[in-house]
T-cell receptor, first 116, second 113 residues
Framework: EAGVVQSPRYKIIEKKQPVAFWCNPI?????LYWYLQNLGQGPELLIRYENEEAVDDSQLPKDRFSAERLKGVDSTLKIQPAELGDSAVYLC??????????????FGEGSRLTVL | GNSVTQMEGPVTLSEEAFLTINCTYTATGYPSLFWYVQYPGEGLQLLLK?????DKGSNKGFEATYRKETTSFHLEKGSVQVSDSAVYFCALSDLTGGFKTIFGAGTRLFVKA
């Protein structure tokens, strides 16, 4: 079974440029998460989707960050414009819903962003 | 609010040494507790978990016991290998609000041959 797929793995941009990250969760997983991981820190939740609905976006900086999960499968996280402080790894994770949900998160390999 | 605190790294050990990585938590309810591992160049993956007090999670020779009285979930392994070199994250998941997971800062482990 395929795991969570993210792209691109690496992205280098200049500040003020836009950037987008894509995530394809494990098939059948209704819940999708975007996490931010700064260097030397643990992941911090940006947004959580249940199907296509964003049920927790309280930590998403909405002035420059946006996310969507059309059709409740793939998701895109966008930053526009990027700032130097956005340099980090953006992690996507998914989990099943209901009785199959044990609290375990299934992570992709992450997208490492460098803003110059 | 909920939080997780784990010992700072890096931790450097020789092969076959005993490993302990401390983790304590603060939670208002009864969370599930997890250890995730991140090997170089890979994504985070679940190492072990415990869902209630006194439960012991185990996998690949690693163990951790959910201690409610000390609010701890320390990770242990009796004999580490070079292949265990990775970053280890302690985490808690709160059932309320749909399994919101909070992570510690991570502890990097280096194992020397």
């Amino acid at each position: 079974e395929a795991g969570v797929v993210q792209s691109p793995r690496y992205k280098i941009i200049e500040k003020k440029q836009p950037v987008a990250f894509w995530c394809n969760p494990i098939s059948g997983h209704n819940t999708l998460y975007w996490y931010l991981q700064n260097l030397g820190q643990g992941p911090e939740l940006l947004i959580r989707y249940e199907n296509e609905e964003a049920v927790d976006d309280s930590q998403l900086p909405k002035d420059r960050f946006s996310a969507e999960r059309l059709k409740g499968v793939d998701s895109t996280l966008k930053i526009q414009p990027a700032e130097l402080g956005d340099s980090a790894v953006y992690l996507c994770a998914s989990s099943p819903r209901g009785t199959a949900n044990t609290g375990e998160l299934f992570f992709g390999e992450g997208s490492r962003l460098t803003v110059l | 609010g909920n939080s997780v605190t784990q010992m700072e790294g890096p931790v450097t050990l020789s092969e076959e040494a005993f490993l302990t990585i401390n983790c304590t938590y603060t939670a208002t309810g009864y969370p599930s507790l997890f250890w995730y591992v991140q090997y170089p160049g890979e994504g985070l993956q679940l190492l072990l978990k415990a869902t209630k007090a006194d439960d012991k999670g185990s996998n690949k020779g690693f163990e951790a016991t959910y201690r409610k009285e000390t609010t701890s979930f320390h990770l242990e392994k009796g004999s580490v290998q070079v292949s265990d070199s990775a970053v280890y994250f302690c985490a808690l998941s709160d059932l309320t609000g749909g399994f919101k997971t909070i992570f510690g800062a991570g502890t990097r482990l280096f194992v020397k041959a």
